[in-house]
């Protein structure tokens, strides 16, 4: 496989790999898209078994944080970039200063953030050589945890979902809750709060038994999950949930949870749609982290302080969009995540459109 060949390249404007000596840094920044502003996305820190395999992963998860911001009607664009390395073992304040030079050496194409394998504390280490980057702490901009927007737009969409699917409101509607992590607890209160019953799971049981005490929720084994008596499945934890050997177990007449790549792939997307099953595009419904991220961007550009109204607003329009989606994938039969790509990539061409015309 070539770049340009890769089936996640789809038009990137640029992939940008950097080598530093001193430290071993070895990263790849990709920006997939910049037509509705600065690309934006996290740095993931992981051991990629081949520089290949990191490549192929910035760009796929370049061109989804495109989707994912157009779809959260963002200003910015999409990108991400990759460190190949250990982050229990290889970590240093000066690799994530050179990752801030390259950083910088993009020219403000890209803005970082946290991703799998790094923290507030690296990324202070990289601002120490570039302005863009967010999720900082201690800062009058500073957005703080995602965890608690995303999971409000997550509790929002579920309700829709609920409303659309079986013409009711929270109240007495069974909802397995998938890894109550960050996302999944605040999730869990706040179903418990709006009268909606629960059965939870997660691999780690303290968290697990702590979550079940104060939702008054059932507990099952994380296997047992896909077969739970429950109108909404919600999951939190992992990738891959939808698949087709969990496929056939489940009940659940809505899929609406705040994980990322629910769909194992997109023919599952599609045999959710024949099966009647009203799933919530992933990307779409837990846009509320990325928007706690822009709000911060936006605050640090205009040298103001982080603003939650106008996260607030923009959280309620990420409502409107899904209810968008849902209402189109009734009218012209078709799968959710179909209607809500193709929405995402006309927000970019159009943006591009007129960005060629000015
Ligand atoms: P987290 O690590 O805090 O929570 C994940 C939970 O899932 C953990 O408690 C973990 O023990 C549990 N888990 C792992 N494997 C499991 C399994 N097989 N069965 C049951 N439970 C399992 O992560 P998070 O921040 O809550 O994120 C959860 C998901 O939401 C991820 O897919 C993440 O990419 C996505 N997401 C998070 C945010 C955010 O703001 N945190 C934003 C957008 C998307």
């Not at 702490?137 to 829709?160: I, K, W």
């Not at 050997?245 to 997307?269: C, F, M, S």
């Not at 990307?283 to 706690?292: A, D, E, L, P, R």
């Amino acid at each position: 496989m070539t770049l340009f060949d890769s089936p996640a390249f789809e038009g990137h404007e640029g992939v940008h790999a950097f080598f530093d000596e001193k430290t071993g840094l070895k990263c790849i920044i990709a920006v997939h898209s910049t037509a509705r502003g600065p690309a934006a996305g996290g740095c993931r820190m992981w051991p990629y078994a081949s520089s290949e395999l990191a490549l192929e992963d910035a760009l796929r998860l370049s061109r989804a944080m495109s989707y994912k911001n157009a779809m959260a009607d963002l200003e910015l664009g999409g990108g991400k970039s990759v460190i190949i390395g250990d982050s229990r073992t290889q970590k240093t304040p000066a690799l994530f200063e050179a990752f801030g030079r390259a950083v910088e050496d993009v020219g403000g194409k890209y803005w970082t953030a946290e991703d799998v394998g790094v923290s507030p504390a690296d990324l202070m280490s990289a601002r120490k050589h570039t302005r863009y980057v967010a999720g900082l702490e201690g800062h009058p901009a500073a957005s703080g945890d995602p965890s608690p927007v995303t999971a409000e737009g997550v509790f929002r969409g579920v309700q829709l979902c609920v409303r659309r699917a079986l013409n009711r409101d929270l109240d007495g509607v069974t909802v397995a809750v998938q890894g109550v992590g960050h996302v999944g607890a605040y999730l869990a209160d706040k179903l418990h709060a709006a009268g909606a019953r629960l059965i939870l799971t997660d691999v780690n049981e303290e968290a697990l038994r702590e979550v079940a005490a104060r939702t008054n929720a059932a507990v099952v084994t994380p296997a047992a999950i896909f077969d739970a008596e429950a109108d909404v499945f919600a999951p939190c934890a992992l990738g891959g949930a939808i698949n087709a050997d969990t496929l056939p177990r489940l009940h659940a007449k809505v899929i609406a949870g705040g994980a990322n790549n629910q769909l194992a792939d997109p023919e599952i997307g599609r045999a959710l749609f024949e099966r009647g099953i009203l799933y919530a595009p992933d990307y779409v419904i837990n846009g509320g982290g990325i928007i706690n991220v822009a709000g911060e961007i936006r605050a640090l550009e205009r040298g103001e302080a982080f603003d939650a109204a106008w996260v607030d607003g923009k959280l309620a329009r990420l409502t409107q969009t899904l209810e968008e989606v849902l209402d189109r994938s009734r009218h012209e039969a078709r799968p959710t995540h179909e209607v809500a790509n193709e929405m995402a990539r006309a927000r970019i061409s159009g943006a591009a459109e007129k960005r060629a015309a000015a």
